[in-house]
């Protein structure tokens, strides 16, 4: 049981660049989600999964594209990088969207740094 | 718009004594609250969380005190270890809700 996994760890990207975050679970949860860390904001959600085949726009969906084709994947695309996009990005997953228990609750990956020149 | 609030980047505690961090909200329909910590280099893991129909909730070290009036939580460590050293996040959502709504994080040191 490998809970979340991100891929890669670790990108450095040109302005203009493409690239594809991928995130994978083997839990069958429901719910999957892509959060940016940056100094001083917290983790703010990107997009987010309620099922396979859905998304949706959370706080700071601008610049990014996802898609969820299967349940165990959630992918988060960046078509044309820029600066502002350096960041440390968190996939996460959980069996609702409430979270309501120490069992129901988002369980995160290692994270995916990024860097954008 | 942040929703959540944690108004210290950061906390020196001395081992052994209390560290206690600090989170406020403005919604008042969150009626779910919970606490991450997070390591450098890993993902945030689940603290511990309390229900808005509950003033407190303890687990082992960890307290969480919620105040609903003044729309304030507070998580108690006691005592406090060098382990413990990380960034805590508090999050809190609503029913109906899809995801939850996190504060900027606390960093808190403990000092050997």
């Known amino acids: 049981n490998a809970g979340v996994t991100q891929t890669p760890k670790f990108r450095v990207l040109k302005t203009g660049q493409s690239m594809t975050l991928l995130c994978a679970q083997d839990?069958?949860?429901?719910?999957m989600y892509w959060y940016r860390q940056d100094p001083g904001m917290g983790l703010r959600l990107i997009h987010y999964?309620?099922?396979?085949?859905?998304?949706a726009k959370g706080e700071v969906p601008d610049g990014y594209n996802v898609s969820r084709l299967k349940k165990q994947n959630f992918l988060l695309g960046l078509e044309s990088a820029a600066p502002s996009q350096t960041s440390v990005y968190f996939c996460?997953?959980?069996?609702?969207?409430?979270?309501?228990?120490?069992?129901?609750?988002?369980?995160f990956g290692p994270g995916t740094r990024l860097t954008v020149l | 718009d942040q929703q959540v609030k944690q108004n210290s980047p950061s906390l020196s505690v001395q081992e052994g004594r209390i560290s206690i961090l600090n989170c406020d909200y403005t919604?008042?329909?969150?009626?779910?609250f919970l606490w991450y910590k997070k390591y450098p280099a890993e993902g945030p893991t689940f603290l511990i969380s309390?229900?808005?129909?509950?003033d407190k909730n303890e687990d082992g070290r960890f307290t969480v005190f919620l105040n609903k009036s003044a729309k304030h939580l507070s998580l108690h460590i006691v005592p406090s270890q060098p382990g413990d050293s990380a960034v805590y996040f508090c999050a809190a959502n609503f029913a109906g809700a899809n995801n939850l709504f996190f504060g900027t994080g606390t960093r808190l040191t403990v000092i050997p």
């Open positions: 919604n008042s329909m969150f009626d779910y």
């Open positions: 999964s309620v099922g396979e085949g859905t998304t």
């Open positions: 309390i229900s808005s129909i509950k």
């Open positions: 996460a997953s959980s069996l609702s969207g409430r979270a309501l228990s120490s069992t129901d609750t988002q369980y």
């Open positions: 839990m069958n949860h429901e719910y």
